[in-house]
């Protein structure tokens, strides 16, 4: 959950996806499998081998559309997999998808996985070429500029969540837990400038007033933004 939240963040300040995966703009597919730690090694994949025969299987669980959903089916999943291996029943190669369920005591994570197609031994995906879909060479006739893909990039990158973190933090003093507030958001960390900028503005022209708050717009301003709207 945590991987697809730094994606999603991401994503959100590029400006190609909005983030709202309950809308269907961002799904995950989970891939889950189990295997046994065994003291004097870290290759999990090897120490497979001491599972059942049939177990241990990669299960995949389709479209999940909430970091909930992601934390849930993971430990559901994990904890299936593990009671089928410990009373040696196979774990097949399928495909699953969660069903939400309201919690309780059947249903602790509330929801469950459920099976809807075997993949058997058969390779999961097979991939061929789209006719309609080209090859798209970026070179310097298609960006439209003199520059190579990685000027281009870096020319017009917008600022990435970990540097407007980085930036809030430095520039204005906000805690790392408050600039991740702001930061989850793109258009927030616009209004939360502009609003520094603005007060600080009308503090100047109240003279002595207010520079007793001068230093603490940026903090003031942040829990407004972050707590009031």
């Known amino acids: 959950a945590g991987v697809v939240e730094k994606i999603r963040k991401l994503l959100k300040h590029?400006?190609?996806?909005?983030?709202?995966?309950?809308?269907?703009?961002?799904?995950?597919?989970?891939?889950?499998?189990?295997?046994?730690?065994?003291?004097?090694?870290?290759?999990?994949?090897?120490?497979?081998?001491?599972?059942p025969p049939n177990t241990g299987h990669r299960v995949e669980v389709k479209n999940l559309n909430s970091l909930r959903q992601i934390i849930a089916a993971t430990e559901y999943e994990a904890l299936r997999q593990s009671l089928l291996a410990q009373t040696s029943m196979p774990t097949g190669?399928?495909?699953?998808?969660?069903?939400?369920?309201?919690?309780?005591?059947?249903?602790?994570l509330g929801g469950e996985t459920i099976c809807i197609r075997a993949k058997g031994d058969a390779v999961d995906y097979r991939f061929m070429p789209e006719p309609d879909l080209p090859p798209l060479l970026l070179d310097e006739e298609t960006l439209g500029c003199n520059m190579s893909l990685e000027e281009f990039v870096e020319k017009h990158m917008p600022e990435s969540p970990g540097e407007a973190n980085a930036r809030l933090m430095k520039d204005y003093g906000l805690t790392e837990d408050v600039a991740n507030v702001i930061t989850g958001d793109p258009p927030a960390i616009a209004l939360f400038e502009v609003t520094v900028a603005t007060a600080r503005e009308e503090l100047s022209l109240m003279k002595s007033e207010g520079s007793d708050k001068f230093e603490s717009l940026p903090t003031l301003s942040a829990n407004w933004l972050c707590n009031d709207l």
């Open 14 to 51: 590029v400006g190609s996806c909005d983030g709202r995966m309950e809308e269907g703009s961002l799904r995950c597919d989970l891939n889950v499998s189990i295997a046994p730690i065994v003291d004097g090694g870290n290759d999990l994949y090897n120490q497979r081998e001491t599972l």
């Open 93 to 108: 190669r399928e495909t699953r998808t969660f069903h939400v369920k309201p919690m309780s005591d059947i249903y602790p």
